[in-house]
């Protein structure tokens, strides 16, 4: 059974009582959300909801806003409502239109410009008014002081413009009563003439006055400024007054005054530009050393400068002689070679006369210099023939008495020119080539040829160079290890090499990477065959260092990983872990390899581990087993065997004979055996070596956690050392400085204990007791907590509601696109409906006028 609706009394109208009649709601768009549970307290907004309605609003809201925009979507133009209250639903018409005529005459009475002076209130000067001072009515002559100002005088308009009539019949003011005959225009004119010829001369006199007065008063000024200034001529002022020296200062302020300004350069050159330059300029020296070592002299090369007539045209047009031939027949036959030959024997005459006409000139040369004294000699022009006759005269000698002395020096000279070096060099296709062009010279002299290798093959002069230089720079460092396997090494020359070296890198990184990473890569093959051929390999020759020392000059060591520093420092860790200590050579190599591996750590301070117990080793087979039963070695080092003690020295003169000094790289190659006191003194240069470098290493590795564990044994070794009277006084200093920097030392971790806890207490069998605040689900949250949740609880309302309105938008704006589409379809089909009845009206009528053809 449902409950019983109270029914309303029907007997009077909605609106009887006075109050406006509400709509009645259609009960079928009433929608009634029903609740599980009535809760008491809580207020219901959406219990009944109207969705016809609010489906109907939201529509026409669309259609008013989104389908507006919609359709202007591809337009720019936009038409805007400038009417005055036209939107405004709280004005009624009535006062939009008094709105909009007052704007109106307010806008008729306002100013156009805020510049224009002249639209309110009219401006005077001197009464007159500025606006019609800008007509020009009245034009002023400024030259005439008469009482008619601006107006042209009558004789004046009257000999000019004509009219003369009135100034025939004008009276003169002298005659008074009786009258004259009226002037004709010729005497007017000539009457003007005269007076204008008269007014010139008087202004011709006033200005010849004005200039004799000026001139007498500039004549009396002079004689009376003589009397007022009382000074005595200038040159009587420098006998008197003596100039003072100019000061340090003035001399430098004058110096900077004449010193020149700075000049505008020339643009700087391209690399391209700059190596043709440098190809040009060795091309020009080489075929001057080619010539020099021919004997070629600098004349046959050089043309002489003839003298040039002031009369000549410079035309190139030459009649010194004539080369026409004269053609004859003989036998029928052109005698064409009778006449050469004839022609050649008649030259060699006339060069025959000319050198006695020579030597005759040379016994009358007095006579010529006599002469020259007079005006009309030609002195200049016989000045030049003498020149050039003293200048063939020693070459005619020359060519008659052929002298030792010249062939002497000629010879000299082409020595000279075949001992120097080339200029030009072709670059080396194989090593033996450039073996042979480096092989027998000086260091400057290597360095020059590969210098002129890489500037006459730069890779901006010819297209194959780029190649050439790549395998250059193998070359070179295959030349590089030869010279470090010599006896002595040659390291002078492997130490200027490096710059090269490191030019061709620069130019050609990818190639150099290849090149020094296949040298490393042979070595490490060689020593991991002699460790599976043998189970042990000594460490590499010198070239195999001095080529890790190049690596870690050409390429930056630094970087976290590198394509050729990281397999070298794989390579080094390798050398100090699997090759032995047999014997000083190796005590050598390996602090060499501590050094190289200290330089490819120095910027990236990287931990090596090989490192340290590389220097341990060292320092352990430097003391004696009885000092060291308590360290512990690792490989390659052992604590008891034959090479234990290898670096301890028993011999006290050999200490006391040993001098501090930098450890040679001559005694790493192992060619000579060194005598007992200088492998002593090595010994000693081996120790100080490792101590410098783990001096080294404390300064570096001094802010890692675990120094001082690291350092430990160190430690007890240096005291072992320093406790050790025999060694010298630089070794005792140098390891208590070492002791000292580890000392100095914080030490950054402390070490591991347990942690610490509360004790866990016995149970109680006491209830705990748990007080609550609130229920549901806000139970136990404070105030921030509580804000923070409602407001998550809002972005996801709000969230939702954008998203459902977004996508009643795409529904809206899909139903009117389908709608147009629908609209555009009929529309179509109507018009086709249409073409389709025309052509169906057409084709009948034509059908029936043939039918009537036809039946005619």
Partial sequence: MGKAKKVKARGAPAGARGGPAKASSNPFEVKVNRQKFQILGRKTRHDVGLPGVSRARALRKRTQTLLKEYKERDKSNVFRDKR??????????????????????????????????????????????????????????SDSDTEDRGA???????????????????????????????????????????????????????????????EKLDRDWKEIQTLLSHKTPKSENREKKEKPK????????????????????????????????????????????????????????????????????????????????????????????????????????????????????????????????SPDSHSDLESDAESEEEDQEPAQGQRQTPGKGLLGRQERAGEAARDELPYTFAAPESYEELRALLLGRSLEEQLLVVERIQKCTHPSLAEGNKAKLEKLFGFLLEYVGDLAANDPPDLRVIDKLVVQLYHLCQMFPASASEAVKFVLRDAMHEMEEMIEA?????????????????????????????????????????????????????????????????????????FIPELINFLLGILYIATPNR???????????????????????????????WQQSSLSLRWASGLRAPTSTEANHIRLSCLAVSLALLKRCVLMYGALPSFHAITAPLRALLADHLAECSHPRELQELCRST??????????????????????????????????????????????????????????????GAVREIRKDNQFLARMQLSEIMERDAERKRKVKQLFNSLATQEGEWKALKRKKFKK
């Fill in 246 to 373: 100019p000061d340090a200062y003035d001399m430098m302020v004058r110096e900077l005054g004449f010193e020149m300004k700075a000049q505008p350069s020339s643009r700087m050159k391209t690399e391209a530009e700059l190596a043709k330059e440098e190809q040009e300029r060795l091309r020009k020296l080489e075929a001057e050393r080619l010539r020099r070592m021919l004997g070629k002299g600098e004349d046959e090369d050089t043309k002489k400068a003839k003298h040039t007539s002031a009369d000549d045209l410079s035309d190139g047009f030459v009649l010194d002689k004539d080369d026409r031939r004269l053609l004859s027949y003989k036998d029928g036959k052109m005698n064409v070679e009778e006449n050469v030959l004839e022609e050649e024997e008649e030259q060699s005459k006339e060069a025959g006369d000319t050198e006695s006409n020579e030597e005759e000139g040379d016994g009358s040369g007095r006579e010529d210099t006599e002469e020259s004294d």
């Fill in 627 to 657: 000092a060291s039963q308590g360290s512990t070695l690792v490989h390659p080092f052992r604590a008891l065997g034959k090479n234990s003690e290898l670096l301890v020295v028993s011999d006290k003169e050999d200490v006391a004979t």
């Fill in 534 to 606: 043998k189970g042990r390999t000594p460490l590499p020759g010198l070239d195999v260092l001095i080529y890790l020392k190049i690596t870690g000059l050409l390429f930056p060591t630094s970087d976290f990983w590198h394509p050729v520093v990281t397999p070298a420092l794989v390579c080094l860790s390798q050398l100090l872990t699997k090759c032995p200590i047999l014997s000083l050579q190796d005590a050598v190599k390996g602090l060499f390899v501590c050094c190289l591996f200290l330089d490819y750590v120095a910027l990236s301070q990287r």
């Fill in 739 to 800: 002791l000292m920097e580890m000392d100095s030392q914080k030490q950054l971790c402390r070490p591991l204990t347990c942690e610490k806890s509360r004790p866990v207490p016995l149970k109680l069998f006491t209830p705990r007791l748990v007080k609550v605040l609130e229920f549901g689900r806000k139970q136990g949250s404070t105030k921030e907590e509580q804000e923070r949740k409602r407001l998550i609880h809002k972005h996801k309302r709000e969230f939702k």
């Fill in 84 to 141: 005055f209250g036209e939107y405004n639903s709280s004005m009624t018409p009535e006062e939009k239109m008094m709105k909009r005529f007052a704007l109106e005459q307010q806008r008729h009475h306002e100013k156009k410009s805020i510049y224009n002076l002249n639209e309110d209130e009219e401006l005077t000067h001197y009464g007159q008014s500025l606006a019609d001072i800008e007509k020009h009515n009245d034009i002023v002559d």
């Fill in 152 to 214: 042209l005088s009558a004789e004046l308009t009257a000999a000019h413009f004509g009219g003369g009539s009135e100034l025939l019949h004008k009276k003169t003011p002298q005659e008074g009563e009786e009258q004259e005959k009226p002037k004709s225009r010729k005497e007017l004119i000539e009457e003007l003439i005269a007076k204008s010829k008269q007014e010139k001369r008087e202004r011709q006199a006033q200005r010849e006055d004005a200039l004799e007065l000026t």
